[in-house]
Nanobody
Framework: QVQLVESGGGLVQAGGSLRLSCAAS????????MGWFRQAPGKEREFVAH????????SYADYVKARFIISRDNARNTVYLQMYSLKPEDTAVYYC??????????????????WGQGTQVTVSS
């Protein structure tokens, strides 16, 4: 059973930075595109960023573009999300997940692991 374990969240002031990590257990991590999603209280889970299996390409939601950077280390089975210039509206639980692309959007790919427990990011104003 492949598991995803997110870490690195916390409380930060607006304008600050955080780096999230997501470690995957099991094999075949490098076969999958990975992504980050987030869910704020009372809202649906939304896409944040994706990275291709070899790390050669990535994409971002408009609301984080130019502020967040996604990367991965396949030797460590880990995907990262570096977040800069954080805003109060970035407050959410952040989740990593394998993703697939369809019709212009990225969706969770449940061929590789279920949702992890997420990591809470809180940005104070």
């Amino acid at each position: 059973q492949v598991q995803l374990v997110e870490s690195g969240g916390g409380l930060v002031q607006a304008g600050g930075s955080l780096r999230l990590s997501c470690a995957a257990s099991g094999r075949f991590f490098s076969n999958y595109a990975m992504g980050w999603f987030r869910q704020a209280p009372g809202k649906e889970r939304e896409f944040v960023a994706h990275i291709s299996p070899n790390g050669g390409s990535s994409s971002y939601a408009d609301y984080v573009k130019a502020r967040f950077i996604i990367s991965r280390d396949n030797a460590r089975n880990t995907v990262y999300l570096q977040m800069y210039s954080l805003k109060p509206e970035d407050t959410a639980v952040y989740y990593c997940k394998a993703v697939y692309w369809s019709g212009g959007y990225y969706y969770p790919n449940f061929d590789f692991a279920s949702w992890g427990q997420g990591t809470q990011v809180t940005v104070s104003s």
